[in-house]
């Protein structure tokens, strides 16, 4: 790829792929940041010997299967498994009867607030299924099979209620609740009665009414997107040994060790000192692997088989009912301009479905909505509402795609309506550094301008799209990232090599990226640090990989362990060379004091000959700096059948410091493909009674090779000051913009503005259809 | 003296006021000043002695994993913003 870079904001690269140097500080010295070097897991990952969650063998092993609601919402009478029991080859069943007691009360695992109640029941229902495919019972047994029939064997009792799907079901005057408990907590003012709202929030400034009232032209419009999945490529998997001694070991497919560590320890009320998680390769998560499933249930089957090994493997269908997707959501949004185009009032009302339990990922939406604009008179208001799905979990930049989608559209209306170029309009209220995002924080340094300016100095913005229902569009993204906790342990080698052992799982690279910040650190090569990936027992407390966190986080801790290690190799130096440690230097990998030198590698043998050299570092870093993407889409409608071809795509994102810049445009370049699915194919769909009806990848219909172009990536370095190499997180915000990019593109081929997700064939072609028929005075199909 | 931008739906108890100034070294101190001028205020920040589950506080721009000991500046400006939930969206 094209890898160019310019000195100053105003000369920016016309390539489609390149870099852009958002602060204009030119070269930036480095030597090993910015390079392209192998991923440490390259070899075994392309030969098939790295080892995934599925793969873990031992002698004994038990197999499990769980037995799933049919139902998306019932009470459950009885639960009857004797004829499980009895089945030859099956050691275990266990239901929720087998969880202790979970208190109703929130607590804080360190992942977040989480009521430890929703949690346990939502590993094994208790009295209510709330979804179709809660699991209800689990089996282990010699085989997969044996233990597949078993499962068929467990009579359930069920007395249906009816199903809650919709933010417009929850909220009904009617509607039948779903946690009996569950009071509306409204910023700490507690609802009295039951209901299906489980919190509301606002963030408010300025004046809104008589902003919209003295605006030239507002905007108002209402969308609706649907429940879409992660859809990693593995399959939640796990394997747990109960040991006779009380101690637990668990193989697990999983964005954070801890985090599982800390949910079973929760769950099943065992100290954490008994836990050991064991993370295995990992087969995407994208914020899907956070949250337990068969963790806690694979050591219950453990322990009740007699300590023997338990292995549960989830098929696809498992995944699409009963693992986390992220929120459907209705959206309202009302935007007004002044007669110069600049914006003058936001207003946008996020109504999310959290599936069964509270949780949706509303609260970072709000921030994300309104976020890439400077507005003075902003209001944002945000509703968490249970419905009869499953438990939402993360979806990369959760909520960001449904809340920029409508957003966004609004936007390109406006500019549109103003006769304004859609990148000026971007340009002219986009935020910077002093500007407020919507909870009204002050941005620090950041890059929105500059991702708009990147698009459109673009060589893709600059060429004219011609043809028949071919259109462009553009929009703005933005995500929070997250700092986090990191630990992580460099041990020196005697022949100059460093082993680091962190706890961030690796998806996406950050194996490589973590060992690049320590070998810029220590200015030794990057073949000489060789990074694990260790389990719980091994370091300290590491949060998840997720909220675009590792290489800002993680290498935060790295760059801390290259500092220490620098500093007491200098002190022993001293004293071997009979100097004082500050009149060592240390300088392109080579000790100097007086006559004095010795390299990195002889350094590492010399200052370790009467005592082995460790360092550890433990890291919670606050300033994490926010990401903002702009992207550009052509695309070309087929009138017939309603499908969308994507033509071209280039996104531009402030990337802070790319560490790898490869790994940085594969994770640009994944986000713009996920949200592409988002956009045009992917939604969950469900029969009136709440079951779930395309729970494969044949009928949930992602986007393969076939459907997409080549994505072209333009990097703006724009770089965070809250980290000693200017990293801000890359992993999220490049989903946030595709499905409203690719909505005003739509608008742009066809004259017809989107207001719902997906753009599917039969979406499209009715709108497209209702168009028509308003424009020859005709009824519209679908209208009564 | 410490700039605090109170929550829309906490505004009833402050007469309406979008920003309050108060005087303190930590938020604790902070919202002990504020209660004592809008009696309740502290009951809706804080839980069981730490900042209420769903709440984080951001001091000068960045959220303050100290929470109610977290170090606040005379020209402070602070937060009491939703936590930002959703999976790895709930740790922020």
């Excluded at chain 1, 590492?604 to 460790?614: F, H, S, W």
Aim: aromatic share 6%.
């Amino acid at each position: 790829m094209a890898d160019t870079k310019h000195n100053g904001t105003a000369a920016y690269d016309l390539a489609s792929n390149g870099k852009v140097d958002g602060d204009g500080t030119g070269q930036n010295g480095y030597k090993v940041i910015g390079t392209r070097p192998v991923r440490p897991d390259g070899v075994d990952k392309v030969t098939g010997r790295a080892v995934y969650a599925a793969d873990v063998q031992m002698t004994g092993l038990l197999h499990g299967k769980i037995l799933r609601s049919p139902h998306a919402h019932a009470h459950i009478r009885s639960i009857d498994t004797s004829k499980a029991e009895a089945l030859p080859g099956v050691r275990a069943v266990v239901t929720a009867a087998d969880l202790p007691v979970a208190e109703d009360k929130i607590e804080d695992l360190g992942e977040g607030a989480i009521n430890l109640k929703y949690l346990s029941d939502n590993i094994l229902a208790h009295e209510k299924a709330l979804y179709h495919g809660h699991a209800v019972a689990a089996v282990a047994a010699i085989s997969p099979h044996i233990a597949e029939e078993a499962v068929s064997l467990i009579d359930v009792d069920y007395d249906l209620l009816p199903a809650v799907m919709t933010v417009d079901d929850a909220l009904a005057d009617d509607a039948p609740i779903l946690l009996d408990t569950l009071r509306t907590d409204a910023m700490g003012e507690i609802g009295a009665q039951p209901t299906n709202l489980a919190s509301f929030f606002r963030h408010q400034r300025g004046d809104l009414d008589a902003a919209f009232a003295d605006a030239h032209l507002v905007v108002e419009r209402a969308f609706r997107t649907e429940t879409v999945h992660q859809g990693y490529i593995e399959p939640q998997a796990a394997t747990a040994l109960y040991s006779a001694d009380g101690q637990i070991t668990i193989w697990t497919s999983t964005q954070g060790s801890f985090a599982v560590r800390g949910q079973v320890a929760e769950i099943l009320k065992i100290p954490v000192s008994r836990l050991k998680v064991i993370p295995t390769e990992i087969g995407g998560g994208f914020g899907g692997k956070i949250n337990v499933y068969v963790e806690p249930v694979a050591v219950l089957l453990s322990q009740k088989a007699g300590y023997e090994p338990v292995k549960i493997v989830m098929n696809r269908a498992d995944v699409l009912a009963a693992t986390g997707p992220t929120s459907g959501s209705n959206i309202r949004v009302k935007i007004a301009v002044d007669v110069n185009g600049k914006i003058t009032a936001g207003l946008a009302e996020l109504y999310y479905e959290a599936g069964a339990y509270p949780g949706s990922p509303v609260g970072a939406a709000a921030n994300v909505s309104l976020a890439p604009y400077a507005i003075d008179n902003l209001q944002v208001d945000g509703y968490d509402i249970v419905v009869n799905r499953p438990r939402s979990a993360a979806y990369r930049a959760p909520g960001g795609t449904n809340a920029a989608f409508a957003v966004e559209s609004v936007v390109d209306e406006l500019a549109e309506k103003l006769g304004m170029d859609a990148a000026d309009f971007r340009i002219l209220n986009g935020a910077k550094e002093k500007d407020r995002r919507p909870d009204g924080v002050q941005y620090a340094r950041i890059g929105q301008i500059e991702t708009v300016q990147a698009i459109k100095n673009s060589r893709h913005y600059q060429t004219s799209l011609e043809g028949k229902y071919r259109g462009r569009g553009i929009a703005s993204g933005y995500w929070n990232n997250w700092g986090g906790q990191s630990s992580a342990t460099a041990a020196l080698n005697p022949d100059g090599t460093v082993n680091l052992n962190e706890a961030s799982t690796d998806i996406g690279g950050t194996r490589a990226s973590i060992s690049m910040q320590l070998a810029e650190a220590l200015e030794i090569g990057y073949e000489q640090v060789k990074t694990r990936v260790v389990d719980t027992d091994t370091v300290a407390y590491n949060d998840v990989t997720g909220g675009s966190r590792t290489t800002f986080a993680t290498g935060w801790a790295a760059y801390d362990l290259g500092q220490k290690l620098k500093q007491e190799m200098k002190r022993r130096l001293a004293d071997v060379w009979d100097v004082s440690p500050q009149d060592v230097s240390y300088e392109d990998g080579i000790f100097y004091a007086g006559d004095e030198s010795l390299p990195f590698v002889e350094a590492a043998n010399v200052v370790q000959r009467e005592e082995p050299l460790m360092a550890s570092s433990t890291v919670h870093p606050q300033d994490f700096g926010p990401g903002f993407s702009t992207q550009c889409v052509d695309v070309e409608i087929d009138p017939e059948t309603g499908k969308i071809t994507i033509l071209r795509y280039t996104i531009a994102q402030d990337v802070g410091k790319a560490i790898h810049p490869s790994y940085v445009e594969g994770q640009m370049q994944g986000g713009v493909a996920q949200g592409i699915g988002w956009a045009i194919n992917e939604e969950y769909i469900y029969d009136d009674e709440g079951h779930l009806l395309n729970a494969s990848l044949l009928d949930y219909r992602m986007p393969t090779a076939l459907d997409l172009p080549m994505i072209d990536t333009i990097l703006v370095e724009v770089p965070s000051p809250g980290h000693p190499y200017g990293v801000r997180g890359v992993g999220e915000v490049n989903i946030v913009p595709p499905a409203g990019a690719i909505a005003n593109a739509v608008y742009d081929a066809t004259g017809v503005r989107m207001d719902k997700l997906p753009i599917s064939p039969a979406n499209l072609l009715e709108a497209m259809w209702a168009k028509e028929a308003e424009a020859a005075g005709k009824p519209v199909p679908g209208d009564d | 003296m410490a700039k605090i931008w109170i929550p829309p739906l906490m505004r009833s108890l402050t007469a309406g006021q979008q920003i309050v100034e108060a005087e303190g070294e930590t938020v604790r101190e902070l919202v002990a000043a504020l209660d004592e001028r809008f009696p309740g205020v502290a009951e809706r920040i804080i839980d069981e002695g730490r900042i209420r589950p769903g709440l984080t506080v951001a001091v000068d721009g960045a959220v303050q994993s100290r929470g109610l000991r977290a170090a606040v500046a005379p020209d402070s400006e602070v937060h009491f913003v939703p936590a930002m939930t959703g999976g790895e969206g709930s740790l922020q």
